[in-house]
């Protein structure tokens, strides 16, 4: 089945440490985004890419880090430069084009990361 | 910048119309998209309006007028299950998505 995949679904980290966290799609999908979910609250951009080789900072970037070497992965790292880094992330893809396609977002399940 | 301004919660009973009303700031605005999350999962697309006027999707339905950079939600016929957040997203010219703070609906016997 298409879908996008991300892992680990639970995360627990120390203070200190950089975390990798995984997003694959296999929807052909030329548009990825990590998106970063506090509780009671909405979705804030942390990264986004359109096309292979190329990303694009978001509203909330520092501390993260990303990179776009396929069309089907984008990993999102989070550094230890990220003072608060716990909470819901949730990857999505889009056609290229999304705004002419339909306008549709596709999420992940989503990663649980809690720092200790 | 870029916000997008929705209210925080609204509570009505199973059978009625609940309208969530979504105000919008984006440089080079594309279309107005519309999610359902419920608790602890991940956000699915409901509707989206890239013109003016109204796009019909079984219960719910979303309008767009682009000249009042505002747009809203309608669910209709409200069911328990209908229980959730709904986030109103933004997409510009650049493929750029950018989400409200999301509106909780509860709906009540």
């Known amino acids: 089945d298409g879908g996008i995949t991300q892992s680990p679904k639970y995360l627990f980290r120390k203070e200190g440490q950089n975390v990798t966290l995984s997003c694959e799609q296999n929807?052909?999908?030329?548009?990825m985004y990590w998106y970063r979910q506090d509780p009671g609250q909405g979705l804030r951009l942390i990264y986004y890419?359109?096309?292979?080789?190329?990303?694009q900072k978001g509203d909330i970037a520092e501390g993260y880090s990303v990179s776009r070497e396929k069309k089907e992965s984008f990993p999102l790292t989070v550094t230890s430069a990220q003072k608060n880094p716990t909470a819901f992330y949730l990857c999505?893809?889009?056609?290229?084009?999304?705004?002419?396609?339909?306008?549709?977002?596709?999420f992940g399940e989503g990663s649980r990361l809690t720092v200790l | 910048g870029q916000s997008l301004e929705q209210p925080s919660e609204v509570t009505a009973v199973e059978g009625a119309i609940v309208q969530i009303n979504c105000t919008y700031q984006t440089s080079g605005f594309y279309g107005l998209s519309w999610y359902q999350q419920h608790d602890g999962g991940a956000p699915t697309f409901l509707s989206y309006?890239?013109?003016?006027g109204l796009e019909e999707t079984g219960r719910f339905s979303s309008f767009l007028s682009r000249s009042d950079s505002y747009g809203y939600l309608l669910l209709q016929e409200l069911q328990m299950k209908d229980s959730a957040s709904y986030f109103c997203?933004?997409?510009?010219?650049?493929?750029?998505?950018?989400f409200g703070a999301g509106t909780q609906v509860v709906v009540t016997p």
């Open positions: 999505a893809s889009s056609p290229r084009l999304a705004g002419v396609a339909g306008g549709e977002l596709f």
């Open positions: 997203a933004s997409t510009d010219s650049w493929g750029k998505f950018q």
């Open positions: 309006n890239a013109l003016d």
């Open positions: 890419s359109q096309i292979v080789n190329d990303f």
């Open positions: 929807l052909n999908h030329d548009a």
